[in-house]
């Protein structure tokens, strides 16, 4: 077992969460301690204005730096850790054309943290012909094989719901014997999350979020602007495939007319029309819906998806998961799978060809306590 420690700061671009976890890359062993970093307004603004920017372009620079910076400052609280894994920072994502960029530097994280730094998890799948993403779902099969051991879930089809900056959806059967194994996972980006919900709060209301769905609650979504969203393409393909943070931006075109509620409303029904949309896609119906990332904080978007699913939509936690760190737990699993060069994706989830490991190992240049778990590869 490794006490693995993962990190990750997702497209909201609202900070850095850790979470420490126990695993042999296989079955979770236990859950840790966790914690959450901000980005300052400062870090937040140049995180921004480099969105959309490729290696060696303006902004990437102090972007990495920003990155670097904040993840070992918030890896100083976890001395347990045997081993990191670094999502890094997504500025830009083009599967099909010029590739993934997670802005950030695993090496230079190893050697500020003392410890073995597991990084550039979605390079290799890229390259592979994969979209790069969502790489959580092997993690999201890994959570339903541990809460069906807890008894906290029927060992049974489960999906899980992630509303980040950008929404993805695991379809996990825990009845599979690994999540690469035929029939374990399947998993797709549903369309926009949180993203355009906080860039509205941000134009108009000078806020980073709309906090609880208040606003949403408030407002009548325009059921006209959302039906022309969902005749967008991208929701006609079939799985695999993924997003780019800002590839939706008919969106806020389409709600700059409507007034702030209104227009906040239509962004939740647009988020869950989404997911109803992906529904098709999923091997069974499931049972259940467990909703994870900070949308399910908003509870206009819980109404929403309530309302458009035939199916019981819940906070992540009814299974005894944390859905705050669920992502940065999944970074700590997978950095213990690349270690172990087991897969993190597979047809199912990225559409890579065969399952693919991927990632880079970076150690410290005066190795930490990490040197253990070289030791126990051997
Ligand atoms: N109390 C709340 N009320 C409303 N919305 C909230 C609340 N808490 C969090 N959120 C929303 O969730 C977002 C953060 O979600 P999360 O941390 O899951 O995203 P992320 O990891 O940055 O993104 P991604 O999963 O796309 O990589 C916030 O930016 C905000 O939009
Ligand atoms: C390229 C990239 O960073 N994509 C993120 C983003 O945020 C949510 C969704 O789009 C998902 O595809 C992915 O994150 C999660 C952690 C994933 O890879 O599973």
Redesign the pocket.
């Known amino acids: 077992m490794i006490r693995v420690l993962g990190m990750?700061s997702?497209?909201s671009l609202d900070g850095v969460d850790a979470a420490m976890i126990d695993t042999d890359g296989r079955r979770i062993a236990g859950f840790g301690r966790a914690g959450f970093r901000p980005y300052s307004d400062n870090e937040s603004a140049v995180l921004h204005a480099a969105l959309g920017a490729w290696p060696d372009e303006a902004g990437v620079a102090e972007a990495a730096e920003i990155s670097v910076a904040g993840h070992a400052a918030l890896a100083a609280d976890f001395p347990e850790a045997e081993l990191i894994g670094y999502?890094g920072q997504?500025l830009a994502?083009d599967p099909k054309g010029r590739g993934?960029h997670?802005a950030g530097n695993g090496a230079a994280l190893a050697h500020a943290t003392g410890r073995p730094v597991v990084w550039d998890f979605?390079h290799e799948d890229v390259r592979r012909g994969g979209e790069?993403?969502?790489?959580?779902?092997f993690f999201h099969w890994a959570c339903a094989d541990w809460a069906a051991g807890q008894g906290l879930l029927p060992r049974a089809p489960v999906a899980f719901l992630?509303l980040?900056?950008?929404?993805?959806i695991s379809w996990v059967d825990p009845r599979a014997p690994a999540p690469e194994a035929a029939g374990a996972c399947l998993a797709f980006?549903t369309g926009p999350a949180n993203a355009p919900i906080n860039d509205l709060m941000r134009a108009r209301r000078r806020l980073a979020q709309d906090r609880g769905g208040a606003l949403a609650g408030s407002g009548r979504a325009d059921m006209d602007i959302v039906a022309a969203f969902l005749r967008h393409p991208y929701f006609q393909r079939p799985p695999p495939k993924?997003?780019?943070?800002d590839q939706f931006s008919m969106l806020p075109d389409a709600v700059a007319g409507l007034a702030d509620a209104d227009a906040a409303a239509t962004l939740v029904a647009a988020l869950a029309g989404a997911v109803a949309a992906g529904w098709r896609w999923l091997p069974t119906p499931p049972e259940t819906l467990l909703v994870c990332g900070g949308g399910r904080h908003n509870a206009a978007i819980m109404a929403a998806l309530n309302a458009a699913l035939e199916t019981s939509v819940q906070p992540v936690e009814a299974a005894g998961l944390d859905g705050d760190m669920l992502?940065a737990q999944?970074f700590g699993w997978l950095a213990v799978r690349v270690l172990r060069g087991l897969p993190i994706s597979g047809p199912m989830t990225t559409g890579v060809p065969e399952p693919v490991c991927g990632g880079r190992i970076s150690h410290p240049r005066r190795p930490g306590r990490g040197g253990d778990i070289f030791r126990q590869q051997a």
């Open positions: 990750m997702g497209t999502h997504t994502h993934t997670q979605r790069g993403a969502p790489l959580v779902p992630n980040g900056g950008v929404g993805n980006d993924s997003l780019d943070r992502e999944a």
